[in-house]
């Protein structure tokens, strides 16, 4: 198979992933779409960056029945951050179905999430905690559920969610299809799987090229004291587009970021204790290219889907030998290349051998950089540092450039529903109903998403036109 048209699916669901730039399936989206369709149970074992979202996600959002205002699939997930992303690809994959999606995760005001599950929802994406928040509270309705996916089980096993998660899949209609992902199979994870799972069919997905062949790793052998001082030398002679630098913890992100940021170096910083929104908004800005640097706990070794990310650099050797694998995951992603060089401290070779075992090959200790190399890196990149950054295009770009989100001034407390808003915007003169996209009416406001570039023309429009006889006002809403 080399097409998506040969899975069957909606034109709509076709038309968002030729404008994400999907040209054919991979090789996860291959085997897993099909069996979904077909209304399998599977276990898949693969590494992130396989196009395992969309393997789950095309499906979903080819069954999710639009009209039904009920949430008929559950996405579990172990990181917000995660969250937010998944449910993102969700949203862009079924845009055009209409299909709506929300994320639900802890340290989020839970009103608002409230809020956002009495609507029309279809698709839940959640972290085990909160979503059973929600459960216990009565706040979410499972009872249209049809599809649950456990996502990245291994990581949700080690963060010890185990419990919430099964407390959750006894909360769900028992005729349901179940998909769970996992880097690696646990003797724990089969248990589960096992336990609730009907005959599940199991996908393991081999890495296309070997993770060698696309990340270069090596490593230095550096006194604590001297992490700064080589780092500064890597970056002028490495002179990243974008690198990733893990710490193993808070603090040591915040003193690196700190002296990264007073010395002029373009940085942000990552780790758990910061508030939630802030954490998003950091991922977010970083994956945009606003900043080069992005100084991080093992909280984004995980799944996080950064393009082009040039260099991983691990300043403090992971704890976990997992992590090492994690961490490199994030550069050398879809077609790219990367390079990710680790700091060992000369106590810490155990650690770096028991790394070495665990992904069954050694790495290479690297040469310190030539003085002169260092000279002639430190002026190129102070040269570069004078120009704006230049930002990375996001990969929705295509897909949502001609879609425009407004808001009007009016919503349920004016009795406001789905017909009049559809009714009044296509009479609109050039404006038809396939130009209107998915529709969120809350108590006094709502946001539509207008399609096919006609966003300014439906806003120049509804300024002179009422709705249920009364004058509305119309704006561009952010996204
Ligand atoms: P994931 O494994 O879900 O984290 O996906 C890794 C990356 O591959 C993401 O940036 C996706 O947007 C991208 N991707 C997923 N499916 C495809 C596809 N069929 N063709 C090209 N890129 C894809």
Redesign the pocket.
Known sequence: MND?YEFNIAKEILLS?EK???????E??KKVVPLVLKNKDIIVE??????????F?IPICERVEIENSNPQALILTPTRELAV??KE?ISNIGRFKKVRCTAIFGKQIFSSQVRELKQRIHVVVGTPGRTLDHIERGTINLSGINYLVIDEADEMLNMGFIDQVKNIINKLPPKRVTMLFSATMSEKIQILCHEYMKDPEVINIKAEKPITEKIKDYYYIVEGKDKFDLLKKIIYTENPDSAMIFCNTRNSVETLFSILRDKGFSCVSIHGGMLQQDRLNVIKSFSRGEFTFLVATDIAAR?I?I?NVTHVINYDLPFEKESYVHRIGRTG??ENNGKAISFVTPNQCRFLNEIEEYIERTINKAQLPELRDIEVGKNLFNERLKNKPKLKKE?SFELNKNILKIYINAGKKKKIRNVDIVGTISNINGVESEDIGIIDIQDNLSYIDILNGKGSLVIEALREKTMKGKKIRCERAER
């Open positions: 998506f992933l994400l730039g999907y040209k054919n399936p991979t996860v989206q693969s590494q992130t960056g396989s196009g395992k979202t969309a393997a996600a992303q998944i690809d799944g889907d393009a992603r879809g990969k």
